[in-house]
Nanobody, 127 residues
């Protein structure tokens, strides 16, 4: 597994924006699909967004599509989650996760397939 460290969380007013970063260790970042998940108090962890190893494909939860953008910079071993038009219901601890893949495999990946996780970063959206 790889080591993942999230950063960029904080307190923001509704309608505001925030960019989360996830830094990964190792030399094989470019062969890992990456994902963002979140967990609100009293709730189960849920899928937010994911991106293929080469960055050519993305997937979003319906609740964030059009507002959030996932991207990656393989030269920096970093994946990002740009969040716009934040809502109080976006409040949660956000986690990044990775999965080693072969041949840029992506479409069949599910949340259960991600096997390395960061410690999370808190995002709080006030109303």
């Amino acid at each position: 597994q790889v080591q993942l460290v999230e950063s960029g969380g904080g307190l923001v007013q509704a309608g505001g924006s925030l960019r989360l970063s996830c830094a990964a260790s190792g030399r094989t970042f470019s062969t890992h699909a990456m994902g963002w998940f979140r967990q609100a108090p009293g709730q189960e962890r849920e899928f937010v967004a994911s991106i293929s190893a080469r960055g050519g494909s993305t997937k979003y939860a319906d609740s964030v599509e059009g507002r959030f953008t996932i991207s990656r910079d393989n030269s920096k071993n970093t994946v990002y989650l740009q969040m716009y038009s934040l809502k109080p219901e976006d409040t949660a601890v956000y986690y990044c996760a990775s999965r080693e893949v072969w041949r840029d495999y992506f479409q069949g990946l599910t949340g259960a397939d991600f096997d390395s996780w960061g410690q999370g970063t808190q995002v709080t959206v006030s109303s």
